[in-house]
């Protein structure tokens, strides 16, 4: 009896002293349409909460008789007392009365969106609902690769001189697509075709160029040598280079930080990147240097008013309380940022916004077309765009890449701090200070020479020839220091081509005497002439250079000219390119050995390993 006694007694000690350590409760927050991110789960009567992730779950620990708050807002609040039970999941209901959602993202500071941005979302950026299951795996798991949206483009096919003598293209500094390539491949993935831009793998490097000379803001340099992937092929690569300009002389900057704290934002790699990274620049910035914080999700709101860059701990507490959550009204975002970065434009300043988003705008003004609009409108202020594309599962390039096109601008991709540091702080003047904006280039072919030819990249920069010569016409600009690369494929004249289809005589008119024409231009050494257009920053009117290549046949050629065709061939593997010829994983990780050159920040040596991994993938 005595045994008894004394185990009764020890099993009730046990389950008080289980009372009083508490439960730990878990389980799963959700609507009729899926998980809900960011419901807050609280303890009633104390400050002890959690918030759901992602996928809408959450863990508490807790005491029987508890009661758990669950709420979110435009949703009716539920509270459920705990039992024995340690799983709970919850179905929010809508709160039917029309409500208005404040969320506080800075000291002193909100934000107004309404409470059906979570509907706004699902039902705008999901272009197809084949289940309410679906869609909402769709839209919270951001992890998954099969919600990003990129361009489908045709590549540069070759063309005769004799058909179309000139090529004409904005140049293009963005590096976005070689940092995403860089991250799929880290995932374990082969990078997809659209995907990838050749042109931005190449220029994510720099390469030692000469400076421009003294009343020149970009120089010209051109090489020619045996193209890798096609020997009997010739390589013409002409680079650029735009002054540089030190630090200590950069004028005074106005910035606008234009963050996206919706939903989609959510996590380590997206709004807590974000903040990581503009807390690197902050530190860069001069006391002259101002810069102010507007925030959107289902509206806009600023959160910091322009501020000196002397006060630095202020903006960096800014930034670290801005909290994600929401759908996401990206246009009504940029408006007020533009409107901001008017207010406190600086005269003969860089006036500069930097947009940070995964580009999944579904609020408002959203489409390509509609924010095309908006961004050549806006670009009329003076004001230049900076975008720092974030998020994985979720990311949303083409709209970005719209963006940074159309507003004068540039556009890179970060994947890690690693990849900040290096765009905000290692290549500070480049990404945030213009030194020459609508840069265009147009070369000339000469059939005594070139029998066909091909620009590698660019799908998307390509101009009418009428184009160069029209001051009006939208171009890429280059920040200071700011080196480009663009490769031309050469067919010369003698050599067997299959890469130029024919077609049928004209019936309506007499062809042209080629031949005659062809004999017109024999005398020539040239194998080509490069013209280049550009305007200072503050003017309308442009400046224009032109060089003329003859190619030697030598194929001395630079280690920069080696490596960058290396990763020019790599380009062309991932596109799947009907021009890789003889292009390969190896011959690509060899050519890249032999040319990585100084590679101070190891750069180079990174590309060969992402080769080598992709080779294993393969």
Wanted: aromatic share 6%.
């Amino acid at each position: 009896m005595k045994a008894k006694l004394i185990l009764l007694i020890l099993s009730v000690l046990m389950t008080g002293n289980m009372v009083a350590q508490g439960i730990n409760i878990t389980g799963v927050v959700s609507d009729y349409n899926g998980p809900v991110l960011g419901a807050n789960v609280i303890i009633e009567g104390t400050s002890n909460g959690v918030i759901t992730d992602i996928n809408g779950k959450y863990s508490i620990t807790a005491q029987k008789g508890n009661v758990l708050i669950f709420s979110y807002i435009g949703y009716i609040t539920q509270r459920i007392t705990i039992t024995d039970k340690t799983v709970i999941n919850v179905i929010l209901q809508e709160d039917t009365q029309t409500l208005d959602e404040m969320v506080v993202v800075a000291s002193g500071s909100s934000v107004s969106r309404d409470k059906s941005s979570r509907r706004e979302r699902k039902s705008q950026s999901t272009p197809s609902k084949p289940s309410a299951s679906a869609m909402s795996y769709a839209m919270y798991n951001y992890d998954a690769a099969d919600n990003e949206e990129y361009s489908n483009t045709s590549e540069n096919r070759f063309k005769s001189p004799l058909e179309d003598a000139l090529s004409t293209f904005s140049i293009d500094v963005d590096a976005a697509s070689y940092s995403n390539m860089r991250r799929i491949i880290n995932q374990g993935k082969k990078p997809e075709p659209n995907t990838i831009r050749v042109e931005e793998l190449i220029n994510y490097f720099s390469y030692d160029l000469p400076a421009p000379k003294r009343k020149d803001l970009v120089n010209i340099v051109t090489e020619v040598g045996k193209c890798p992937w096609n020997k009997e092929h010739r390589l013409v690569r002409i680079g650029l280079k735009a002054r540089e300009i030190p630090s200590d002389n950069l004028p005074p900057t106005n910035l606008v930080f234009l963050i996206d704290v919706s939903g989609s934002m959510y996590g380590p790699t997206r709004l807590d990147l974000v903040k990581s990274s503009l807390k690197l620049l902050v530190n860069n910035l001069r006391d002259e240097d101002r810069v102010a914080i507007v925030v959107y999700a289902g509206a806009a709101g600023q959160v910091l008013p322009s501020t000196p860059g002397s006060d630095k701990q202020k903006i960096k507490d800014a930034l670290e309380s801005l909290t994600a959550g929401g759908s996401t009204a990206g246009g009504a975002g940029i408006q007020l940022a533009y409107k901001t970065a008017r207010s406190n434009f600086i005269k003969e300043g860089n006036n500069r916004i930097i947009l940070c988003t995964d580009g999944d705008f579904n609020v408002g003004v959203s489409s390509t077309t509609d924010l095309e609009t908006l961004i050549e409108n806006e670009r009329k202020s003076g004001v230049f765009l900076t975008i720092l594309g974030y998020g994985m599962g979720n990311y949303k390039e083409d709209r970005m890449q719209v963006l940074a096109q159309k507003g004068n601008g540039n556009h890179a991709y970060i994947d890690n701090i690693q990849e900040a540091n290096k765009v905000l702080v290692n290549e500070f003047g480049g990404t945030l200070f213009t030194v020459a904006k609508d840069v265009k280039l147009q070369v000339e072919f000469n059939p005594a020479h070139v029998q066909a030819y091909r620009l590698v990249g660019y799908e998307t920069r390509l101009l009418n020839k009428e184009d160069f010569n029209d001051d009006t016409k939208d171009a890429g600009e280059m920040g200071a220091g700011h080196t480009v690369t663009a490769f031309y494929e050469i067919v010369p004249t003698g050599v067997k081509n299959n890469m130029i289809g024919t077609v049928d005589p004209l019936k309506y008119q007499p062809e042209a005497n080629k031949e005659k024409d062809k004999s017109l231009t024999s005398t020539s050494p040239e194998m080509l002439t490069v013209k280049l257009r550009y305007k200072q920053p503050d003017r309308d009117v442009s400046q224009k250079m032109e060089i003329p290549l003859t190619d030697n046949k030598q194929d001395d050629v630079s280690d920069d000219f080696r490596f960058a065709s290396a990763v020019a061939m790599f380009g062309q593997i991932l596109k799947s390119s009907d021009f890789k010829g003889d292009g390969t994983y190896d011959n690509v990780i060899e050519l890249a050995k032999k040319s990585t050159g100084k590679d101070e920040q190891g750069y180079r040596k990174e590309f060969i390993r992402l080769a080598e991994a992709v080779k294993g993938l393969d």
